[in-house]
């Protein structure tokens, strides 16, 4: 089945000021590069449906939620943190990432397209239960994974990152719900120096030193993430979908290249193939050279449309 891409327009209004490394910039470069290449054709596009108020307070809670609206100004910028900041579109490009999620994990689970990938930002994997932080405000992929545990065929889920930035925020949601495993790779010591110690039987911690060569992220893949993926046998695999580990990456030292990006989609889409029907959602993360990103995610939409 086709896979599908989500995506709209509205999460490209989002802005953080013209120097911030998380900028429209990347879903455009992204868009460019799967039309230039004709592989956008081949896939199922959907435009996102905002969350709700209830499915973004399953991840957070309401004060989270009713703290950023209050933050939003109505002209400008308004800075969270110092990484963190809100513009008049910042919300409504949010809850379209959120949404995107959800419209993901329902194609998905109800068998319309075997896998998804979603073309968003803000991104998400940082965002805590009560925190915006890492340039992120709700958590896209725990927002997803929570709706499909709502499911009557989901018992378990299995969320893996391989963004460079650990997905500390993924984390803090999950860390006491052990019918979620967790598997993460990420530069190490580096932000967000949270969470990355946590002792949790459903949290598998794989960092990586600086300029760690591909050798070393593919054998904690192999050797790490697919036998503890392997035992707990989820009925879906969500994946947070960072490329900021990339060579040519300025936010980051490691050194994958699309080759690497590549492998890892395909030993994600052969393990869902055995334990749940192929079923992947991948949600967009980091990335922050428009040119790399755009050639990372073609090579990870490649494999998961089956070319």
Request: proline share 6%; net charge negative.
């Amino acid at each position: 089945m086709t896979t599908a891409f989500i995506s709209h327009a509205d999460c490209c209004l989002h802005n953080m000021g013209p120097e911030h490394p998380e900028s429209p910039l990347r879903l455009l470069a992204i868009r460019k590069v799967l039309e230039r290449t004709g592989l956008m054709q081949e896939l199922a596009e959907y435009s996102a449906i905002p969350a709700s108020t209830l499915q973004i307070e399953q991840a957070h809670s309401r004060q989270h939620r009713t703290g950023l609206e209050r933050q939003q100004p109505e002209a400008g910028i308004f800075h969270a943190d110092d990484d963190t900041a809100l513009c008049p579109y910042t919300l409504n490009a949010a809850t379209l990432a959120a949404g995107a999620s959800i419209q993901a994990t329902d194609l998905v689970l109800s068998g319309a397209r075997t896998n998804a990938f979603c073309s968003i930002r803000p991104p998400g994997h940082h965002a805590e239960q009560n925190l915006a932080m890492g340039f992120c405000f709700y958590n896209n992929v725990a927002i997803g994974a929570l709706h499909a545990l709502q499911q009557p065929s989901v018992q378990r889920v299995a969320i893996v990152d391989f963004d460079v930035h650990y997905g500390n925020g993924t984390v803090d949601i999950f860390k006491d719900r052990p019918e979620v495993l967790v598997c993460s790779t990420f530069q190490h010591p580096y932000y967000p120096e949270r969470y990355q110690d946590i002792q949790r039987d459903n949290i598998l911690n794989c960092p990586l030193p600086a300029y760690s060569k591909p050798a070393l992220f593919r054998h904690a893949l192999e050797d790490r993430w697919l036998p503890a993926l392997q035992a707990h046998k989820p009925d879906i695999i969500f994946i947070s979908a960072g490329f900021d580990a990339h060579q040519e990456d300025p936010m980051a030292d490691l050194e994958l290249t699309e080759d690497d990006y590549r492998w890892a989609t395909q030993l994600l889409t052969d393990l869902a193939r055995q334990c749940c029907n192929g079923r992947i959602v991948s949600v967009l993360e980091g990335g922050y050279n428009p040119v790399a990103l755009g050639f990372s995610v073609q090579a990870h939409l490649e494999v998961l449309a089956g070319y």
